[in-house]
């Protein structure tokens, strides 16, 4: 099994996009308040096969369940899965790992990719930056928390076509300058 490593590159960069992307323009409105409570946790995986990776996964749904506070974990692919189709072929094995494994209605799966294209989606649509993020990305949400935050929205079905709008109001060049932007080594 590939090992999990602690502060890296990745766990930085993609701090700074849920900070300056997720957060700052709202694509997802329950993010702000687990940043400031300090209950995502960041795991940045060296996995490069799609076996070590959804092991991996499975690990972080077992350290949810030991850790009650946090309440979601970014899995962040440093080495593995650049090629968006591979990705998706974890995503899919990710999901069905995940009922096998009994999870199914304690966790659920969001997905991120550098070069992530919604299916319906042309490559040089700004929706797209809605999933798009420094590195490969497996969130894993909990259930119970995701279903009660929902009930206490005022229309969740809007926040994907507010996140859209949005994304296409600010256009492609503005999303690219602003992932570059947390891509950049810090100092």
């Keep these: ?10 766990e930085q960069q ?6 300056n992307v ?11 308040k687990e940043v400031e409570n300090n209950c995502i946790h960041y795991q940045t995986s060296l996995a490069t096969s799609i ?21 979601t974990t970014l899995l962040m692919f440093e080495q593995g899965f650049a090629d ?8 899919d094995l990710a ?15 969001a997905n991120f990719h550098p070069d992530y294209v ?10 797209n930056y809605t999933n798009r993020a420094p590195f490969p990305t497996l969130h894993l949400i909990r259930e119970a928390s995701m279903s009660a935050a929902l009930d206490e929205y005022d229309e ?17 060049d503005f999303w690219q300058q602003l992932l570059a932007g947390c891509k950049k080594p810090s100092a």
């Design 95 to 109: 999901n069905a790992l995940l009922v096998a494994q009994g999870f199914e209605s304690k966790y659920q799966i």
């Design 51 to 71: 076996d070590d990776a959804v092991m991996e996964m499975i690990e972080q749904c077992i350290e949810l369940e030991r850790q009650p506070a946090r309440e």
């Design 156 to 172: 969740p079905e809007s926040i994907p076509e507010h996140n859209i709008n949005l994304a296409r109001r600010k256009g492609i």
């Design 14 to 19: 993609t701090r700074l996009w849920v900070s």
């Design 118 to 127: 919604f299916a319906d989606s042309d490559d040089s649509d700004a929706a």
């Design 22 to 32: 997720i957060v700052k323009y709202n694509f997802c409105p329950f993010a702000r």
């Design 84 to 91: 968006f189709e591979a990705f998706l072929d974890l995503v």
């Design 1 to 10: 099994m590939t090992k999990l490593i602690n502060t890296t590159l990745a």
